[in-house]
Structure formats: structure tokens, C-alpha cells
């Protein structure tokens, strides 16, 4: 097995792993996460459809993740997500005083500036086994030589 091959499962199974936590901590604590997010001023409209819509699509990311065949897509989704995830904290940060934290389990211990710097470590990292499963697919459909 090639290095490549093994760091890129390892980011990917790293990514999942975080989402599969992250989720699951906003389904079991759903009113909190709910709460949270009502409070926000920017969400709240919305609270009650994002606090299924977000864990559920952080464990179906997940799923694509888990799945060889489909871990490209689950990268590029878990991309999205967390740039999502981060213009909205950058966006709380420089717009309003009411900063609530609708994260998940140990995240929820980091201040807002540190979870902006994690998010930021984790998009790297998504990126850098974006471009490792692209070259991983890339040679197995290269005939061997």
C-alpha cells in the first residue's frame, strides 16, 4: 500500500470520525443544540429545520466518507460543510455581541477565535485528501506499466 494511499484514509477517516460525533452529540442533546441555535440571531428563523437538517447531514457526509467509492463526494461535502461552518462563525464573530455555541461535545469548550483556527486546520486537511483521493483514483485507472 502506497503512503499516499494511507494518509489520505487516514484525513478522510479522521473527517468522519468528526462527524459522526458531532452529529450524533447535536441528535442526542437536540433541544440544547435546538436552543442554541434559536438563539442565535441569524439562524433563528430557521432553528427548528436546521437542528435536524445540520446533524443529519454531518452522519450522511459521514456515510460517504465510510464508503470507498463514494469518499471523494464525502470529502467535497465535508468541504462545504465546514466553509459553511466557518463563514458563519466569522460572520457571528465581526457582526454580533450574542455569540451561543451550537457545536458539539469537546468543541463546545473552545473559544470562538479557537474553533475559526479548528475549522481552518480541518478544511486543510479535507483539501490535502481531496487532492490525495484524486490522485489515488487517477492511478487506478492508469493500466499498471
Not at 470529502?75 to 457582526?95: C, D, K, S
Request: proline share 4%; charged share 10%; with cysteine.
Amino acid at each position: 500500500m502506497n503512503n499516499h494511499w494511507l494518509v489520505s484514509d487516514i484525513v478522510s477517516a479522521m473527517v468522519l470520525l468528526l462527524l459522526i460525533y458531532t452529529g450524533t452529540d447535536k441528535l442526542i442533546r437536540h433541544n440544547d443544540f435546538m436552543l442554541a441555535l434559536a438563539a442565535a440571531p441569524l439562524l433563528q428563523p430557521w432553528a427548528v429545520w436546521l437542528s435536524w437538517f445540520i446533524p443529519v447531514t454531518e452522519l450522511l457526509v459521514a456515510l460517504l466518507l465510510f464508503f470507498t467509492g463514494t469518499r471523494l463526494k464525502g470529502l467535497y461535502a465535508a468541504l462545504l460543510l465546514m466553509m459553511v461552518f466557518t463563514v458563519y462563525l466569522v460572520w457571528m464573530l465581526l457582526h454580533t455581541t450574542q455569540l451561543p455555541c451550537t457545536c458539539g461535545g469537546f468543541i463546545e469548550a473552545l473559544s470562538w477565535q479557537q474553533h475559526v483556527f479548528f475549522n481552518g486546520v480541518i478544511i486543510v486537511l479535507i483539501s490535502f485528501g481531496i487532492v490525495l483521493n484524486k490522485r489515488k483514483a487517477t492511478r487506478k485507472e492508469r493500466p499498471p506499466t
